[in-house]
C-alpha cells in the first residue's frame, strides 16, 4: 500500500484513469488509518517494538504523530456519547447554530485538517492546551489533558519526520503537490464522516454508543471490520479479525449506507442525559 500510494501519484495530466486511481486510494487511506487504529491498541503485533513501529509508518500517511493518537484514542473509549462527544445531539444548554456548524464540518472534511494542524500545534506549542481558546472547546480540552511531559518529546520526534519526510518527498518531485492535495481532501472527506458514522444517533451510553453497520464485504476489509463498532467498544482489547464474527452474533443495527445518508439531515434535539466519563486506560 505504501508503494502504491508513493510511486503512482506523480501524474500531472489528471487523467480520468487518474482521478480514479486518486478516489480509490482515499478509500485505501482508511484501511491505513484502521491500521493506525489498531496499533494504538496494541494490536498492529504483539511485540511492542514492531506494533510501535506500524503506529509510527501508518501515521506517517494519515499524517500524524502515533503517541499523539494513542493518547486522543484512549479518551475517546473513556468519552463517547458524553457531553464532550456528542455532536449529532442539541440539547437544552446548546446553541443550536453551532452545532450544526460542527455537524456538518465533520461530514465536509474539515475534522481530519483539524487533526492535522492540532498535531502540529501540539509538537510546536505544548502548552496550547491550555490557551483560553481551547478551554473553551470541551471536547479538544478533553482529548488533550491527559498529556504526559513523557509524551512531548516523542510527539515532536514523530511530527519531525513526518515534516521531513513530506518535504523530502515533496522536493525531489516523487509525488505531484497537486495529486496529493485531491487525495487527502477526498480521504479527508472519507475519514471525518467514517470516525462518527457507527456512533451518530445511538444511545447516550459509553461503551453501548456504537452501532454495528451493515455493509459490503469489500468496505469491512477497507475498514479492517471498523463498521461493528458496538463490538469494538465492548471488547477493545480484541484484534479487528475477531470483530466479524462477534458482530454477527449480536447482528448489525441498520444499513452503513442509510446511516450515511440519515447523518446529512442533522444533529437532533434530545433531553436524554449524557452518561459520565469510565476511567480512562491508555492501552487496551
Given at each position: 500500500?505504501y508503494?502504491?500510494?508513493f510511486?503512482y501519484?506523480?501524474d500531472?495530466s489528471f487523467s480520468p484513469?487518474t ?8 478509500f485505501?487511506?482508511?484501511t491505513?488509518?484502521a491500521?493506525l487504529?489498531?496499533a ?7 511485540n511492542?517494538?514492531?506494533?510501535y ?5 501508518s ?7 502515533f503517541?499523539?493518537v494513542q ?5 475517546h473509549?473513556a ?10 445531539l442539541i ?12 455537524w456538518?464540518?465533520i461530514?465536509?472534511g ?7 494542524l492540532g498535531n502540529l500545534?501540539?509538537a510546536f ?10 478551554q ?19 510527539i515532536r520526534w ?8 513530506w518535504s523530502l518527498?515533496?522536493?525531489i518531485?516523487?509525488?505531484?503537490p497537486?495529486a496529493?492535495?485531491?487525495?487527502y481532501?477526498l ?5 471525518s464522516?467514517r470516525?462518527?458514522i457507527?456512533h451518530a444517533?445511538?444511545e447516550r451510553k459509553?461503551i453501548?454508543g456504537?452501532f454495528?453497520?451493515?455493509t459490503s464485504r ?11 463498532d ?7 482489547e480484541f484484534p ?11 447482528k448489525a443495527?441498520r444499513?452503513y ?6 447523518m446529512w439531515l442533522g444533529?437532533i ?6 452518561p459520565?466519563?469510565?476511567p480512562v486506560?491508555r492501552?487496551f
Amino acid at each position: 500500500m505504501y508503494f502504491v500510494t508513493f510511486f503512482y501519484i506523480k501524474d500531472s495530466s489528471f487523467s480520468p484513469q487518474t482521478i480514479v486511481c486518486l478516489v480509490a486510494l482515499s478509500f485505501l487511506l482508511l484501511t491505513n488509518y484502521a491500521l493506525l487504529h489498531e496499533a494504538a491498541h496494541g494490536n498492529f503485533h504483539k511485540n511492542p517494538r514492531l506494533n510501535y513501529l506500524g503506529g509510527i509508518l501508518s501515521g506517517f500517511l494519515f499524517p500524524i504523530s502515533f503517541t499523539l493518537v494513542q493518547v486522543t484514542h484512549s479518551k475517546h473509549h473513556a468519552y463517547n456519547r458524553t457531553i464532550y462527544e456528542s455532536f449529532d445531539l442539541i440539547s437544552k444548554s446548546d446553541h443550536r447554530m453551532v452545532k450544526y456548524f460542527q455537524w456538518y464540518s465533520i461530514l465536509l472534511g474539515f475534522f481530519w485538517p483539524s487533526a492535522v494542524l492540532g498535531n502540529l500545534l501540539v509538537a510546536f506549542f505544548p502548552n496550547a492546551r491550555n490557551w483560553k481558546i481551547f478551554q473553551n472547546r470541551l471536547s479538544t480540552k478533553v482529548m488533550l489533558e491527559d498529556l504526559q511531559p513523557s509524551d512531548i518529546p516523542k510527539i515532536r520526534w514523530e511530527t519531525a519526520g513526518i515534516l521531513i519526510l513530506w518535504s523530502l518527498i515533496f522536493y525531489i518531485g516523487l509525488m505531484e503537490p497537486m495529486a496529493i492535495f485531491i487525495l487527502y481532501f477526498l480521504f479527508g472527506i472519507n475519514w471525518s464522516t467514517r470516525q462518527y458514522i457507527t456512533h451518530a444517533y445511538t444511545e447516550r451510553k459509553v461503551i453501548e454508543g456504537a452501532f454495528n453497520l451493515k455493509t459490503s464485504r469489500w468496505h469491512e476489509l477497507l475498514l479492517l471490520n471498523g463498521n461493528w463498532d458496538r463490538e469494538h467498544h465492548e471488547y477493545p482489547e480484541f484484534p479487528w479479525i475477531f470483530l466479524s464474527k462477534l458482530g454477527k452474533k449480536r447482528k448489525a443495527d441498520r444499513s452503513y449506507l442509510k446511516q450515511y445518508l440519515k447523518m446529512w439531515l442533522g444533529p437532533i434535539s434530545t433531553d436524554e442525559a449524557p452518561p459520565l466519563p469510565l476511567p480512562v486506560h491508555r492501552n487496551f
